[in-house]
């Protein structure tokens, strides 16, 4: 079955350290992969996307995610954060075969930034 | 440019009750869905549509109807609210094939059923 996995719900990270996100996926096939960041009472905004070519992809913010096929792994970074950064994020994943647009999403990892 | 706009943005319903969640893109996007998110589950898909006149049932599309008559407008319709529908609700939108580009969400719409 196609899945999803945020392994972390909950990281804390100290304003400055580096991050990073960690998302892996079952699936038939190479799917087209995203990162999403929802803000408390927001709707989720596209941090960025991989549908093909170079497996690292650079996002907007400051961050960036690298596409590993042999782990199935689709892992988002950012080489310092800021308060601004807390939210919370969820890696999706699109089937690149028949024509439905949809997409999974996986349960979601909060980050909490501390000062 | 408004994006996706969803309406209404807060809605307290009886249990069997029926409403309509409004969701309007004007971006001419083709595709559209409705996800409700409960914590700890992340987003689950319920009803999609890759274009007007065409809809289809995602993972969680009991309760839910949809219609999309327009490439603008694709309202989900809650038939008889049950406290299981308590949640909250987003549209999003795409382009593309296969919505490759990511999807433009609306800011929600928090229904709660008593």
């Known amino acids: 079955a196609q899945s999803v996995t945020q392994p972390d719900i909950h990281i804390t990270v100290s304003e400055g350290a580096s991050l990073e996100l960690r998302c892996n996926y079952s699936?038939?096939?190479?799917?087209?992969l995203f990162w999403y960041v929802q803000s408390p009472g927001q709707g989720l905004q596209l941090l960025l996307k991989?549908?093909?070519?170079?497996?690292l992809v650079q996002g907007i913010k400051g961050f960036e995610a690298e596409f590993k096929r042999s782990q199935s792994s689709f892992n988002l970074r950012k080489p310092s954060v800021h308060w601004s950064d807390a939210a919370e994020y969820f890696c999706?994943?699109?089937?690149?075969?028949?024509?439905?647009?949809?997409?999974?999403f996986g349960q979601g990892t909060t980050l909490q930034v501390k000062p | 440019n408004a994006g996706v706009t969803q309406t209404p943005k807060f809605q307290v319903l009886k249990t069997g009750q029926s409403m309509t969640l409004q969701c309007a893109q004007d971006m001419n996007h083709e595709y559209m869905s409705w996800y409700r998110q409960d914590p700890g589950m992340g987003l689950r898909l319920i009803h999609y549509s890759v274009g007007a006149g065409i809809t289809d049932q995602g993972e969680v599309p009991n309760g839910y109807n949809v219609s999309r008559s327009t490439t603008e407008d694709f309202p989900l319709r809650l038939l008889s609210a049950a406290p299981s529908q308590t949640s909250v609700y987003f549209c999003?939108?795409?382009?593309?094939?296969?919505?490759?580009?990511?999807?433009?969400f609306g800011s929600g719409t928090r229904l709660t059923v008593v």
């Open positions: 999706a994943v699109g089937s690149r075969y028949g024509n439905t647009g949809k997409l999974i």
């Open positions: 999003a939108s795409s382009y593309g094939g296969q919505g490759r580009n990511g999807y433009t």
């Open positions: 991989y549908f093909s070519g170079d497996t």
């Open positions: 699936y038939g096939a190479t799917p087209y």
